[in-house]
């Protein structure tokens, strides 16, 4: 079995500056993709960022970064200067063996 | 590219009717489809992975006559609620993968809008 936990149900920050969520997981695979999708109001479920296990090199979308601890089994998401628009629910997933494992999801809040 | 739709966005029926609900992948063949259900400021609970051409294949505890999936298409899956009670008003979600680009690689899914099932 594989399991996801965020531990931070709420989070705020303020705009202009950086956040960082957090994510540990827990798989017995050693192929593994790690995910952060955003799920605004609308319930769209939007990628963010994208892990491969068997890259050591963090990955990186623009304003968002990944500090991916293969050891430690943590995947949490950095977000540099917080927009309103990053207001959201956060979730982290673990895929392997082609299914898919989600966090219970942080609920991010912007403030200006 | 890689759109995902859903119809009907949000359906009303009453205590022991059937809903269909399609997912379609616009602009690509998605070889596997998944179903999810999240309750209101939950986790998304996978429910069931379809692939083209055969049987779905349930996650423990979704009932398999209850939540009917069928994967006609590579472009078209449909979730069936059988005999729906208030219990099975949820917000139903499912994504689409495409064939892996490289051969042993996973590509990402990508996610329809949701369909919020109401029973009366």
């Known amino acids: 079995a594989q399991t996801v936990t965020q531990s931070q149900p709420e989070m705020s920050v303020q705009e202009a500056e950086t956040v960082t969520l957090s994510c540990t997981y827990d798989t017995s695979e050693s192929d593994y993709y790690l995910f952060w999708y955003k799920q605004p109001p609308s319930r769209q479920m939007i990628l963010v960022i994208r892990q491969e296990a068997y890259k050591q090199q963090n990955a990186t979308e623009n304003r968002f970064s990944v500090n991916f601890q293969k050891a430690a089994k943590s995947f949490s998401l950095k977000i540099s200067d917080s927009q309103l628009g990053d207001a959201a629910m956060y979730f982290c997933?673990?895929?392997?063996?082609?299914?898919?494992?989600f966090g219970d999801g942080t609920t991010l809040t912007v403030k200006p | 590219g890689a759109v995902v739709s859903q119809h009907p966005s949000w359906v009303i029926c009453k205590s022991g009717t059937s809903v269909k609900i399609e997912c379609r992948s616009l602009?690509?063949?998605?070889?596997?489809m998944f179903w999810y259900r999240q309750f209101p400021k939950q986790s998304l609970m996978l429910m069931a992975t379809s692939n083209e051409g055969s049987k779905a294949t349930y996650e423990q505890g979704v009932e398999k006559d209850k939540f009917l999936i069928n994967h006609a298409s590579l472009t078209l899956s449909t979730l069936t609620v059988t005999s729906a009670h208030p219990e099975d008003s949820s917000f139903y979600i499912c994504s689409a993968r495409p064939p892996p680009v490289t051969s042993g690689r996973t590509d990402t899914q990508y996610f329809g809008p949701g369909t919020r099932l109401t029973v009366l």
């Open positions: 602009d690509f063949q998605a070889t596997t």
């Open positions: 997933a673990l895929e392997s063996a082609g299914k898919s494992t």
